[in-house]
């Protein structure tokens, strides 16, 4: 196979394509339009890109057809979409594109999409978020749900989606740059709390599948796999990128967020300890 | 964030989320319809198809309009999947009423084109019944047929002899008498339960 083929996407999907193409397309233009003081720097957008990049590739290159025949391929998509992909578009900071485009949005049309932002805020509870973070993992990995999944194509595609949009939402929630001391985004006690505590079900989840017996994801077996490959053995390997990398992940986010905390310790509480004393 | 009201209600929202999860899951695999097989209605596109038979000219779907079909891939060197299943499906289809025997289809699809030629295809078919229809087709069309069955198929490198094995789907596919996809049969069915859903999907569809 040429490397064309591996590129092109093996189910063509135009809504995704077009919806990744959408996203890239605003962040340039909003990069080439915004003020030069605003503009994020070249390492930011390139994790931003990357992140999105290979949100992309997992979904729309020949790396879908080996996630649809193979469980523990499968598995990998999702850690892209669910973790990895998410956690550099949180991390690249996109704020001053989205700030950027929000102040082109006339009053009128912003008062109309203001539910959006109830949805939002809904969503980003702390509880609501990590429940769904964690709920739709399990959701999609339910057997009989995780069957139908593979034999639907549209179950599928909303399967795919909801994985990259949670990810977006629960790691911007975790990776949120904005200081919570003067803003209201999420305090770092509770973010570590949270990356703590969305890692053990996903843990408990991963041996499962590791220790289980039996075939729980026999749907590779009925629709035959990419690859002869022992179903155990591809059992297995799922059971671990479930298992391992996003305990991974979530102490990298702990490290990441403590870091940031103790940088921030000292400014916020001298710069209001110093307005006391001038006071 | 202390003024959010959502905060006030943790416990009240959290509650709700649960149950919105649990009327989600059970609303997905609420209907019990007592097969033996996966139902698998809604989830699959109708049957569609356009290859050739073991006379070598080429057929569509809607030639076998108005019975209900067995839409199974393999190829006929096949050591083992293969033979067992057909073998099954016959004995499945033979035990039918004898009303309802014309009215079942099998259809073999070979993913082996390379090796299984329109003569190669039909004695081997013949082999398994009457009830059996012989389909392959090129590489590509027959891509696309597994493709849209969400199945797949793959060739391993041939030995010294050019023997070798392919990877294919175990399932058949069950379709009703308008081409709908309905079950979905895995090996660990008996000819008996096989013939129970081939008898309640073949009567429910003249009523």
């Given at each position: 196979?040429?490397?064309?083929?591996?590129?092109?996407?093996?189910?063509?999907?135009?809504?995704?394509?077009?919806?990744?193409?959408?996203?890239?397309?605003?962040?340039?233009?909003?990069?080439?339009?915004?003020?030069?003081?605003?503009?994020?720097?070249?390492?930011?957008?390139?994790?931003?890109?990357?992140?999105?990049?290979?949100?992309?590739?997992v979904?729309?290159?020949?790396?879908?057809?080996?996630?649809?025949?193979?469980?523990?391929?499968?598995?990998?998509?999702?850690?892209?979409?669910?973790?990895?992909?998410?956690?550099l578009?949180?991390?690249?900071?996109p704020?001053?594109?989205?700030?950027?485009?929000?102040?082109?949005?006339?009053?009128?049309?912003?008062?109309?999409?203001?539910?959006?932002?109830?949805?939002?805020?809904?969503?980003?509870?702390?509880?609501?978020?990590?429940?769904?973070?964690?709920?739709?993992?399990?959701?999609?990995?339910?057997?009989?749900?995780?069957?139908?999944?593979?034999?639907?194509?549209?179950?599928?595609?909303?399967?795919?989606?909801?994985?990259?949009?949670?990810?977006?939402l629960?790691?911007?929630?975790?990776?949120?740059?904005?200081?919570?001391?003067?803003?209201?985004?999420?305090?770092?006690?509770?973010?570590?709390?949270?990356?703590?505590?969305?890692?053990?079900?996903?843990?408990?989840?991963?041996?499962?599948?590791?220790?289980?017996?039996?075939?729980?994801?026999?749907?590779?077996?009925?629709?035959?796999?990419?690859?002869?490959?022992?179903?155990?053995?591809?059992?297995?390997?799922?059971g671990?990128?479930?298992?391992?990398?996003?305990?991974?992940?979530?102490?990298?986010?702990?490290?990441?967020?403590?870091?940031?905390?103790?940088?921030?310790?000292?400014?916020?509480?001298?710069?209001?300890?110093?307005?006391?004393?001038?006071? | 964030?202390?003024?959010?009201?959502?905060?006030?209600?943790?416990?009240?929202?959290s509650?709700?989320?649960?149950?919105?999860?649990?009327?989600?899951?059970?609303?997905c695999?609420?209907?019990?319809?007592?097969?033996?097989?996966?139902?698998?209605?809604?989830?699959?596109?109708?049957?569609?198809?356009?290859?050739?038979?073991?006379?070598?000219?080429?057929?569509?779907?809607?030639?076998?309009?108005?019975?209900?079909?067995?839409?199974?891939?393999?190829?006929?060197?096949?050591?083992?999947?293969c033979?067992?299943?057909?073998?099954?499906?016959?004995?499945?289809?033979?035990?039918?009423?004898?009303?309802?025997?014309?009215?079942?289809?099998?259809?073999?699809?070979?993913?082996?084109?390379?090796?299984?030629?329109?003569?190669?295809?039909?004695?081997?078919?013949?082999?398994?019944?009457?009830?059996?229809?012989g389909?392959?087709?090129?590489e590509?069309?027959l891509?696309?047929?597994?493709?849209?069955?969400?199945?797949?198929?793959?060739?391993?490198?041939?030995?010294?002899?050019?023997?070798?094995?392919?990877?294919?789907?175990?399932?058949?596919?069950?379709?009703?008498?308008?081409?709908?996809?309905?079950?979905?049969?895995?090996?660990?069915?008996?000819?008996?339960?096989?013939?129970?859903?081939?008898?309640?999907?073949?009567?429910?569809?003249?009523?």
């Amino acid at each position: 196979m040429s490397l064309i083929e591996y590129l092109a996407p093996y189910d063509f999907s135009p809504l995704t394509v077009l919806s990744f193409m959408l996203v890239l397309g605003f962040y340039g233009v909003g990069l080439l339009r915004m003020p030069e003081e605003d503009r994020p720097g070249s390492v930011r957008i390139m994790v931003f890109v990357l992140g999105v990049l290979i949100a992309y590739g997992v979904m729309q290159t020949r790396f879908d057809y080996y996630s649809q025949y193979m469980f523990f391929v499968h598995r990998g998509q999702h850690l892209v979409l669910h973790h990895l992909g998410p956690i550099l578009i949180a991390l690249s900071n996109p704020l001053p594109v989205v700030r950027f485009w929000s102040r082109q949005i006339s009053p009128g049309l912003k008062s109309r999409l203001r539910p959006l932002g109830w949805l939002y805020r809904f969503l980003q509870h702390p509880l609501i978020a990590s429940v769904l973070f964690v709920g739709l993992i399990y959701f999609w990995l339910w057997p009989p749900i995780h069957f139908d999944a593979m034999l639907s194509r549209n179950l599928y595609w909303v399967m795919n989606w909801s994985m990259l949009i949670d990810g977006i939402l629960f790691w911007w929630l975790i990776f949120d740059p904005r200081p919570p001391a003067t803003t209201p985004s999420l305090g770092y006690g509770k973010r570590i709390l949270l990356l703590a505590l969305v890692a053990i079900p996903q843990m408990v989840l991963g041996a499962m599948i590791v220790f289980s017996r039996g075939m729980v994801y026999d749907v590779y077996e009925v629709c035959g796999r990419a690859w002869p490959m022992a179903p155990e053995t591809d059992q297995l390997l799922g059971g671990m990128l479930t298992w391992i990398p996003p305990a991974m992940m979530s102490i990298l986010g702990i490290l990441i967020i403590l870091r940031r905390a103790m940088r921030e310790d000292g400014s916020f509480t001298s710069r209001s300890s110093q307005v006391g004393e001038t006071t | 964030m202390s003024t959010s009201p959502f905060r006030r209600h943790t416990g009240t929202l959290s509650l709700l989320a649960l149950i919105l999860m649990t009327l989600v899951v059970s609303g997905c695999s609420g209907e019990e319809e007592n097969w033996n097989g996966k139902d698998i209605s809604g989830l699959m596109p109708g049957l569609e198809f356009e290859l050739t038979d073991s006379q070598g000219s080429s057929v569509t779907a809607k030639q076998f309009d108005g019975k209900v079909r067995l839409l199974f891939f393999g190829f006929t060197s096949c050591p083992d999947i293969c033979p067992t299943a057909l073998q099954k499906l016959n004995q499945a289809t033979e035990g039918l009423p004898s009303g309802l025997q014309d009215d079942v289809l099998t259809l073999f699809v070979s993913v082996d084109p390379e090796r299984d030629s329109p003569e190669r295809l039909a004695a081997y078919v013949r082999f398994f019944g009457s009830g059996i229809v012989g389909l392959t087709g090129k590489e590509p069309q027959l891509r696309e047929l597994a493709k849209r069955y969400r199945t797949t198929f793959g060739y391993e490198e041939p030995d010294e002899n050019g023997n070798y094995a392919v990877s294919h789907s175990s399932a058949v596919y069950v379709f009703d008498r308008e081409g709908k996809a309905r079950l979905l049969i895995r090996a660990d069915l008996s000819p008996k339960e096989i013939r129970q859903d081939l008898i309640a999907l073949a009567r429910t569809d003249t009523e």
